[in-house]
């Protein structure tokens, strides 16, 4: 309110000026021209790194992708290296052909399913979380020391209630099949599961990405395995024994170690994510047993699945590629010298925001928006000497509001008798994280709360309009 | 108030910007893409209903078209995975063909219907597919009180 009628005082300053597009005045008190123009990559909210100038997003701990890595380059080296030479004298050249082409599978599915966006949703400007404030009944009214209790809205999907809940992170209420990864600090589209074995949260986009991975590596560890004891046996043939054929080589010995280890579990995960492909679930819903009835309810059932097997298959591997919706890569608009410039032409974006800018209509409203346009975000640039009451019950009240299904969920996944999780615990090494990451909130109360803090620097205009 | 612009440049030099309407999604046929058509009350005196909700229905064919499940995606897909995804890389997919639609469309309905009406719609793509921004613009010279007013109206509600 108040800076409307700073604005408006100007407003003959600017009048005066008849050109549409005058060029940037340098201003004593801002910098007006930054050095360079930043990408949206580098002012991103999310716990993501980026790489080549954005193109390339990873989560911010990229857990044990080097490790995946390593184990697959290790192993199919060793393979091509020391048993192919043996396996195409004694059988058919076709075996380092085949081991190829898997290996090659694997590396590119493996990198794409880490290097892309997996469905993150942008988190909402601030006048989209205004709307939707105003929209929620508040009944404590203005009362700034009590936190609302977590929304929830419902729609009805194919004949289905469901619950869409409000993300305090991103300032939105959930689509349907969103969830919200607080290790990345994103909310995801189609969220699978955090998978710390690609480095990335697996959701919408990069979810064929994985799928092919996990096949093909499942077919190039079973093909490394068979080859491999194929090899051995070739060797101790002719009296000469098991023994003597390790000696022989060695590096068999290591990559059937590997191998044998790896091959049940991810055999395993491939056989029960084609199944929830069939199913057309996520890894999320799965586990929390949303659509299987276990909450209690009668009638449920996957509002999403196409009730055939082929379609969702279809659907969910082949379907059309959906756009990356965080623009790594646009500019960030100039923001702070638009308070004092009347004829700034940029859009201004406040830093949390990283989406104010118009890209697509970005010769209307570069010059229809002047600086009252930021009167709507300044009380967002405003708050950040609010009520410092607000600071400690955000950092705690959220969490479990946030974390409840997800905690939950972790406790589901040890009870569920799903065959698939049980055969996965049983192995140690590859098997436990990935079902478990669904429940990815549990072990990292820091990071949630840290993201809080930002969050209820943002939430401070809610009550500044409800006052 | 209604206020009458004749055309962009007008827009340009005398509006200031009063209020955003967002027209949020409708998920009651999944996921898929599809805006609400319900008519939002702010711009009861802005614009015709019908103009809008055909905006809006055009708007939600063209999502469906990019999101349409059918021969055409099947063959980008198995494609697509015999070259392991690289594909993706080089060609455009259908989808971002219609994206490119979507967005001269929205140029041309905001050239030829909503600036002269004084709104602006934002490409739903730039707001992360969640909602149809239409931003109100009201006429300077007609003082801030109405502006005034209407933003007060928009944050008491």
């Keep these: 309110m108040m800076k409307n009628r700073e604005y408006q005082q100007i407003d003959p300053q600017a009048l005066a000026t008849p050109t549409p597009t005058p060029p940037p005045r340098p201003l004593p008190e801002h910098d007006l021209k930054p050095k360079r123009a930043r990408r949206k990559w580098e002012v991103f909210p999310g716990k993501n790194r980026f790489y080549c100038d954005g193109r390339i997003i990873v989560a911010r701990q990229s857990g044990v992708l080097p490790l995946t890595l390593g184990l697959i380059l290790l192993t199919s080296g060793l393979f091509f290296v020391f048993d192919c030479p043996f396996l195409v004298k004694h059988l058919t050249s076709c075996i380092p052909a085949i081991g190829g082409v898997l290996f090659v599978f694997v590396v590119i599915s493996l990198f794409q399913t880490s290097f892309t966006d997996p469905g993150i949703l942008p988190r909402a400007t601030p006048e989209e979380a205004a709307d939707i404030e105003k929209q929620i009944d508040n009944p404590t009214g203005s009362s700034s020391s009590y936190r609302p209790p977590p929304r929830t809205k419902e729609v009805i999907i194919n004949q289905q209630v469901v619950k869409l809940k409000y993300c305090f992170t991103c300032k939105i209420f959930r689509p349907p099949r969103t969830s919200h990864c607080s290790l990345c600090d994103n909310c995801v589209e189609r969220f699978d599961h955090h998978c710390p074995w690609v480095g990335n949260c697996v959701g919408k986009r990069n979810y064929r990405f994985f799928y092919t991975f996990v096949v093909s590596l499942s077919f190039l560890t079973a093909f490394i395995f068979g080859c491999v004891t194929t090899h051995l046996a070739l060797r101790s043939q002719g009296g000469n024994g098991l023994v003597f054929a390790l000696q022989a080589s060695p590096a068999s010995a290591l990559e059937l170690v590997v191998c044998f280890f790896s091959v049940w579990s991810i055999l395993g995960l491939s056989g029960f994510h084609t199944y929830l492909v069939a199913a057309n679930l996520t890894t999320n819903e799965d586990i929390k047993g949303s659509w299987s009835g276990k909450s209690g309810n009668e009638d449920v059932g996957n509002p999403y699945s196409y009730n055939s097997m082929i379609k969702n298959c279809c659907s969910v591997l082949c379907g059309p590629m959906p756009p990356s919706l965080i623009d790594r890569r646009g500019f ?32 209307l409203l570069e010059t229809a928006s002047r600086s009252p346009l930021l009167t709507s975000s300044c009380p967002q640039a405003k708050p950040q000497a609010a009520p410092a009451v607000l600071e400690p019950l955000p950092e705690v009240t959220p969490s479990p509001a946030l974390e409840p299904a997800k905690t939950t969920a972790g406790r589901q996944s040890t009870s569920t008798p799903h065959k698939h999780h049980s055969h996965h615990r049983s192995k140690g090494k590859q098997a436990s994280h990935h079902t478990h990451k669904t429940s990815n909130s549990s072990p990292r109360p820091h990071h949630s709360h840290s993201s809080r803090r930002k969050d209820s620097k943002n939430r401070d205009p809610k009550f500044s309009s409800l006052r | 108030m209604a206020t009458e612009f004749h055309n962009l440049q007008e827009l340009r030099h005398s509006a200031s910007l009063a209020n955003k309407v967002f027209i949020q999604r409708d998920y009651t046929d999944g996921t898929i893409c599809k805006f609400q058509t319900k008519f939002p009350s702010e711009l009861d005196s802005r614009i015709e209903r019908t103009l809008f909700e055909d905006t809006v229905k055009t708007l939600n064919n063209y999502y469906a078209e990019a999101e349409k499940i059918g021969g055409q995606s099947y063959l980008e897909g198995c494609l697509a995975c015999l070259t392991v995804y690289l594909i993706f890389l080089c060609i455009e997919t259908r989808y971002e063909k219609v994206l490119k639609k979507i967005s001269r469309y929205i140029q041309e309905q905001n050239e030829k219907i909503y600036a002269p009406r004084g709104l602006l719609i934002t490409d739903p793509l730039e707001r992360g597919m969640r909602v149809i921004e239409i931003s109100v613009y009201e006429d300077r010279g007609s003082s801030g009180s109405s502006s005034g007013s209407s933003t007060t109206s928009s944050s008491g509600r």
């Design chain 1, 332 to 363: 960030v608009p100039s923001d702070d010298s638009v308070q004092t410039s009347p004829v700034e032409v940029k859009l201004p974006a406040a830093k949390n925001d990283i989406n104010m800018c118009t890209h697509g209509t970005k010769g």
